[in-house]
């Protein structure tokens, strides 16, 4: 989907994200391109990743940095590790990427919230800030295991603080993270804006079925997404196990993407003997996904609940509805905004509850019918990337009109 180009209003754009690497960050890859398409010259600093190994590249009109990671794995230490490479890091590439001449916005993602001194930096060189937050970064802390009010939280809220401070404008997901900057951030209204993470339709979308996905198995149930602590891969493979049990040989479940908890799933998923009816992938292509979604009876989003997810916009969930995929997800307050009855929900963090679910859609094709059209016609409609393209280009006007005031 492409966005008419209007007046510019800026010349140069820098982006700069550390959780995943681009073009793999959906969201940000989607920003980008909508901003390009607008006229903008954008530039991106990212962590080199999985397929995205070169230091340097134009993607699509797109100029992409990337640097090398020492390590993503989960712990206070391994983050310490990781965080120690990743800011000086990207202060050095968005240095090499500046060469002296200004970057109108410098647009930047969170987690984590440690880019604010290269905010201020730039600001000082005639930037705007722009922060795009994806994540509520104590709330992450805490969802893996950090303890709430201790030393290293409330540095993180902190942090939080001084880039809401810092920055110009503030992008949010979704209402709720709005709400978080106006309340506990103290940003004026007019300078917060829901751009929400829909997906994108040039990547994400239905194609016909291909039933070799499902390997003789009469119904195939799907996962996309992150394979970290906080994303309840090992519920969606306890609900397998609840499946597997009560439809022997009926159900194959394919998980699509990677992350520091892989392996131990793939170990998991060993020990219950599930190896004939679970499979992990690692990251897939875009025509992998679409294939493997489009032909899934069921997709589970099982993120469970917490401070954290409550309030997040899940991005899977958002892919299963593009897909026209039924979603079985637990009960959290942003999944039902997101997904509606495009989804069915079970009791918090009871992954039989999920497996039941599964049961019960996999018996009743007329339901997940009626549930495909919902999804298909929220994600085309008020959930669509071009409703949230007209509030990035909004936001940013906003931005670079408070700079040159």
């Given at each position: 989907?492409?966005?008419?180009?209007?007046?510019?209003?800026v010349s140069?754009?820098?982006?700069?994200?550390?959780?995943?690497?681009?073009?793999?960050?959906?969201?940000?890859?989607?920003?980008?391109?909508?901003?390009r398409?607008?006229?903008?010259?954008?530039?991106?600093?990212?962590?080199?990743?999985?397929?995205?190994?070169?230091?340097?590249?134009?993607i699509d009109g797109i100029?992409?940095?990337?640097?090398?990671?020492p390590?993503?794995?989960?712990?206070?230490?391994?983050?310490?590790?990781?965080?120690?490479?990743?800011?000086?890091?990207?202060?050095?590439?968005?240095?090499?990427?500046?060469?002296g001449?200004?970057?109108?916005?410098?647009?930047?993602?969170?987690?984590?919230?440690?880019?604010?001194?290269?905010?201020?930096?730039?600001?000082?060189?005639?930037?705007?800030?722009?922060?795009?937050?994806?994540?509520?970064?104590?709330e992450?802390?805490?969802?893996?295991?950090?303890?709430?009010?201790?030393?290293?939280?409330?540095?993180?809220?902190?942090?939080?603080?001084?880039?809401?401070r810092?920055?110009d404008?503030?992008?949010?997901?979704?209402?709720?993270?709005?709400?978080f900057?106006?309340?506990r951030?103290g940003?004026?209204?007019?300078?917060?804006f829901?751009?929400?993470?829909?997906?994108?339709?040039t990547?994400?979308?239905?194609?016909?079925?291909?039933?070799?996905?499902?390997s003789?198995?009469?119904?195939?149930?799907?996962?996309?997404?992150?394979?970290?602590?906080?994303d309840?891969?090992?519920?969606?493979?306890?609900?397998?196990?609840?499946?597997?049990?009560?439809?022997?040989?009926q159900?194959?479940?394919?998980?699509?993407?990677?992350?520091?908890?892989?392996?131990?799933?793939?170990?998991?998923?060993?020990?219950?003997?599930?190896?004939?009816?679970?499979?992990f992938t690692?990251?897939?292509?875009?025509?992998?996904?679409?294939?493997?979604?489009s032909?899934?009876?069921v997709?589970?989003?099982?993120?469970?609940?917490?401070?954290?997810?409550?309030?997040c916009?899940?991005?899977?969930?958002l892919?299963?509805?593009?897909t026209?995929?039924?979603?079985?997800?637990?009960?959290?307050?942003?999944?039902?905004?997101?997904?509606?009855?495009?989804?069915v929900?079970a009791?918090?963090n009871?992954?039989?509850?999920?497996?039941?679910?599964?049961?019960?859609?996999?018996d009743?094709?007329?339901?997940?019918?009626?549930?495909?059209?919902?999804?298909r016609?929220?994600?085309r409609?008020?959930?669509?990337?071009?409703?949230?393209?007209?509030?990035?280009?909004?936001a940013?006007?906003?931005?670079?009109?408070?700079?040159s005031?």
């Open positions: 989907m492409a966005i008419a180009p209007e007046k510019r209003l140069r754009v820098l982006i700069v994200v550390e959780d995943l690497p681009v073009p793999f960050d959906r969201r940000v890859w989607i920003e980008a391109k909508t901003l398409d607008a006229g903008w010259r954008v530039t991106v600093v990212s962590p080199k990743g999985e397929s995205a190994r070169r230091w340097h590249e134009r100029e992409v940095f990337r640097y090398p990671l390590t993503t794995a989960a712990g206070f230490v391994n983050h310490l590790a990781e965080y120690a490479v990743a800011i000086p890091a990207t202060l050095i590439l968005a240095l090499l990427a500046w060469r001449r200004r970057f109108d916005v410098v647009h930047a993602c969170n987690p984590p919230d440690f880019f604010f001194p290269i905010g201020w930096l730039f600001k000082r060189l005639g930037s705007a800030f722009v922060y795009d937050q994806h994540d509520l970064a104590p992450v802390y805490v969802a893996q295991g950090g303890r709430r009010g201790g030393l290293v939280h409330r540095f993180l809220l902190w942090c939080e603080r001084r880039t809401y810092a920055a404008v503030v992008i949010a997901t979704n209402e709720t993270y709005r709400r900057a106006r309340e951030g940003v004026a209204p007019e300078r917060t829901v751009v929400r993470s829909s997906p994108d339709p990547r994400i979308h239905e194609v016909p079925p291909d039933p070799s996905v499902r003789g198995r009469p119904f195939l149930v799907a996962y996309l997404g992150t394979m970290g602590l906080q309840g891969v090992d519920l969606f493979v306890e609900a397998a196990r609840h499946v597997a049990v009560n439809r022997p040989g159900v194959r479940f394919v998980a699509m993407g990677s992350g520091g908890m892989l392996e131990s799933l793939r170990a998991r998923v060993t020990e219950l003997g599930l190896d004939d009816d679970v499979t690692g990251r897939v292509p875009d025509e992998e996904v679409r294939r493997v979604l032909t899934a009876d997709a589970i989003s099982p993120d469970p609940a917490n401070d954290f997810n409550e309030y916009t899940m991005n899977k969930t892919e299963y509805m593009a026209a995929t039924p979603v079985v997800a637990f009960d959290l307050e942003e999944t039902r905004v997101s997904a509606g009855d495009a989804a929900y009791a918090h009871d992954p039989a509850g999920l497996g039941e679910l599964v049961l019960e859609l996999l009743d094709p007329e339901r997940r019918n009626r549930m495909a059209e919902i999804g016609e929220r994600v409609g008020p959930l669509s990337w071009e409703v949230s393209a007209r509030t990035l280009l909004e940013y006007r906003t931005a670079t009109e408070s700079r005031v």
